[in-house]
């Protein structure tokens, strides 16, 4: 009975220390902008990003990825090794600064989305449809060229 027991037990822990370790999953949150370095223990060699719109991941070196918040939103990621398993999920948490809300307003099928801090400054999201997208991307293009120099007041 003793013998039977004790193949039981090693039989267990063949199973347990063989078998894939579980991938870690985590919430990374960060703002526009603003980057954060996850380091791994063993080398890692494959990254996919769920919306590259929202947030980048680069790949530092064999152990080190920086994760790039680019735009407001949220996505998934995940980290793979040399034979593929996975050894990293998470998701990625966009921010703005200083932000105290999205403002979005729902007209019909329409809907306009607006950061809000001390004003509000339309925000284009896939969501956004007709002239609420062009507007907010209208408004951003003429931000961009005041900002480099190309507008007027």
């Not at 593929?84 to 099928?109: K, M």
Request: proline residues 4%; positive net charge.
């Amino acid at each position: 009975m003793r013998t039977l027991i004790s193949i039981a037990a090693l039989c267990s822990a063949v199973i347990c220390l063989s078998a894939p370790a579980a991938a870690s999953a985590q919430a990374i949150r960060l703002n526009v902008d603003q980057s954060k370095p996850l380091n791994f223990k063993k080398p890692i060699t494959g990254v996919v990003v769920g919306n590259a719109g929202v947030a980048d991941v680069i790949v530092h070196d064999s152990r080190t990825l920086l994760v790039i918040g680019k735009s407001v939103g949220s996505t998934h990621f995940l980290v793979v090794d040399e034979r593929g398993r996975e050894v990293f999920s998470g998701s990625i948490a966009v921010d703005s600064p200083g932000v105290n809300g999205l403002l979005t307003v729902q007209r019909g099928r329409e809907l306009s989305t607006s950061i809000c801090d001390s004003r509000c400054v339309a925000y284009a999201h896939p969501e956004s449809g007709g002239p609420a997208l062009n507007d907010a991307l209208g408004r951003a293009i003429a931000r961009n060229s005041f900002a480099r120099g190309g507008g007027s007041r």
